[in-house]
């Protein structure tokens, strides 16, 4: 089986993968995992599709992506059918949209978060009820959220939260936020949210940024509970759940997405956690560096 056929396969059944990841409730108890196999799936299938792509283009030099792309180059009878040219075509549009898209999702949120700052500077205010650094808002309305950034991020509450919760469902909410700070999971969301926005009209693609937010949510809460016990962030879940907060701000990640089901999905997790089997979890831990490694070797196989 040539290399263009082999990643046809894979480009086919890392939607597949993603489709059945999506449905999938054992991620629930390993989010790191889960974060990492929706990664690996997500840069698996960009790898596959151009490379099939690049590979049906190249057919004509029987070399392989590596192999035939200098012999396109060098070509002077001109082997390239219409055919060959549209493929060619398409993994050069798919590539330009991809990077595209992923650069103007990376403009829009650093702009977003710097006009967001400039705000905060206006209007926040430090309050001796939560500790030093964090940001508080005089707004009724329930808000608690991470302003993620190179050198320093902000946590923000409002005093709507300080009111809804006790000091200590205050700290629970409040590791939470610094869990999504120290572990950037601003970056991970990135890819996820430029997909969506270059294939706005697939069901599939909205799934999976939703199944992602999810788990780094659910990786915040696992991090927040090694210093509060899990209950403080269960209760305050319910009661930000019940205030109906509205949305975080564009470029910012909130202690609670909007939903019963994400809410209740993390409340009980909290409270009953269960852990992964061992086969699952070492299948998955295998599963990220073949997805990522096997596409791109295959670039060097000839046809």
């Known amino acids: 089986m040539t290399g263009t056929a ?8 890392t939607i597949g993968g993603a489709h059945l990841l999506s449905r999938a409730r054992w991620t629930w108890h390993a989010p790191r995992t889960g974060i990492a196999l929706w990664q690996a799936l997500g840069l698996g299938w960009g790898v596959a599709t151009i490379g099939t792509l690049l590979g049906l283009a190249l057919l004509p030099y029987h070399q392989g992506i590596v192999g035939g792309l200098p012999g396109m180059f060098a070509d002077q009878a001109g082997r390239l059918a219409a055919g ?9 549009s798919l590539t ?4 595209v898209m992923l650069v103007y999702a990376v403009v829009r949120v650093v702009r977003a978060r710097r006009r967001h700052r400039a705000l ?14 964090t940001l508080v808002l005089d707004h009724p ?25 006790d000091p200590a469902e205050l700290a629970a909410v409040l590791a939470h936020e610094r869990a999504h700070a120290r572990e950037r999971h601003d970056l991970v969301l ?16 909205g799934n999976c940024l939703d199944a992602v937010e999810l788990l780094i949510e659910m990786a915040a809460d ?82």
């Open 120 to 133: 905060l500077a206006l209007v926040s205010r430090s309050d001796s009820a939560v500790p030093r650094g």
């Open 84 to 92: 060959h040219v549209a493929a060619l075509l398409a993994a050069i």
């Open 141 to 165: 309305g329930a808000a608690a959220y991470c302003v993620p950034g190179v050198r320093s991020s902000k946590v923000v509450v409002s005093a709507g939260t300080l009111a809804l919760l």
């Open 6 to 13: 082999l990643l046809a396969l894979i480009s086919i059944g």
């Open 222 to 303: 696992d991090r927040a509970r090694r210093h509060r016990p899990p209950r403080e962030l269960a209760t305050a879940l319910l009661r930000f759940a019940a205030a109906r907060p509205a949305a975080a701000p564009s470029g910012t990640l909130g202690v609670a997405k909007t939903g019963d089901i994400p809410v209740m999905a993390r409340v009980n997790r909290l409270l009953d956690p269960v852990p992964v089997g061992r086969p699952t979890r070492l299948a998955a831990t295998v599963a990220v560096p073949l997805l990522i490694s096997v596409p791109v070797l295959l670039y060097a196989l000839p046809h």
């Open 96 to 99: 330009a949209v991809l990077v």
């Open 190 to 205: 990135l890819p996820f949210a430029s997909l969506r926005q270059v294939f706005p009209q697939i069901r599939l693609v």
